[in-house]
Nanobody
Framework: QVHVVESGGGLVQAGGSLRLSCGPSVSTYSINVMAWYRQAPGKQLQMVAKINSSGMTNYQDSVKGRFTISRDNAKNTAYLQMNSLKPEDTAVYYC????????????????WGRGTLVTVSS
């Protein structure tokens, strides 16, 4: 069974940096898109950044220029480098692996992580 393993959350002061990591718990044949979403208290889940298997990226406007998503296909790991953090970045961050196939010919499925808390103090 595939699980999404996330790490890197924590408490940081405004202006600081954190790096989140995520990947599957098992080896896989392919992962189409690796993405980060977040949900702040009382707010809806929103896409933060995503990267496809070719390296094309997409960001939420509020994080452009501050956050960078990358992926290491050899390690099956995605990273979210978050710089110049603001209190409004405080949220639970969820990793989503889209179109994951464990082996050739198996069905591609999406998986969500359990989330990692990022708290930015002012």
């Amino acid at each position: 069974q595939v699980h999404v393993v996330e790490s890197g959350g924590g408490l940081v002061q405004a202006g600081g940096s954190l790096r989140l990591s995520c990947g599957p718990s098992v080896s896989t044949y392919s992962i189409n898109v690796m993405a980060w979403y977040r949900q702040a208290p009382g707010k809806q889940l929103q896409m933060v950044a995503k990267i496809n298997s070719s390296g094309m990226t997409n960001y939420q406007d509020s994080v452009k220029g501050r956050f960078t998503i990358s992926r290491d296909n050899a390690k099956n790991t995605a990273y979210l480098q978050m710089n110049s953090l603001k209190p409004e970045d405080t949220a639970v961050y969820y990793c989503k692996l889209e179109g994951l196939s464990v082996r050739v010919g198996t069905r591609a499925t999406d998986y969500w992580g359990r989330g990692t808390l990022v708290t930015v103090s002012s």
